[in-house]
């Protein structure tokens, strides 16, 4: 089992740019990590995303070229450099960990981003 805790979420006005990051209590080597969002009113959806070996990193189209995300296996931490903020980016960020043994899917509280016009 891993706990995952995220931050760096805030309001910024569109063209902006935060970093999101989550901390995990654990090595996250056996799992595949990723970001997940979810908007008012809407499922939550996933963002963005690397493998356990880390060579193969996944994005939504939405955030193609503007999303970065990146591990630091030292630090078992996972960021999300986000750039040209749009509105319609305004969501509730959540990490998440997908154990490749267990099948296990965990999740971190969520972090708040809303990005103003």
């Known amino acids: 089992q891993v706990q995952l805790v995220e931050s760096g979420g805030g309001l910024v006005q569109a063209g902006g740019s935060l970093r999101l990051s989550c901390t995990a209590s654990r090595t996250f080597g056996g799992y595949n990590m990723g970001w997940y969002r979810q908007a008012p009113g809407k499922e939550r959806e996933f963002v963005a995303g690397?493998?356990?070996?880390?060579?193969?990193?996944y994005y939504a189209d939405s955030v193609k070229g503007r999303f970065t995300i990146s591990g630091d296996n030292a630090k078992n931490a996972v960021y999300m450099q986000m750039n040209s903020l749009k509105p319609e980016d305004t969501a509730i960020y959540y990490c998440?960990?997908?154990?490749?043994?267990?099948?296990?899917?965990?999740w971190g509280q969520g972090t708040q981003v809303t990005v103003s016009s």
């Open positions: 998440n960990a997908d154990s490749i043994e267990t099948s296990g899917r965990y």
């Open positions: 690397f493998s356990r070996s880390g060579r193969n990193t």
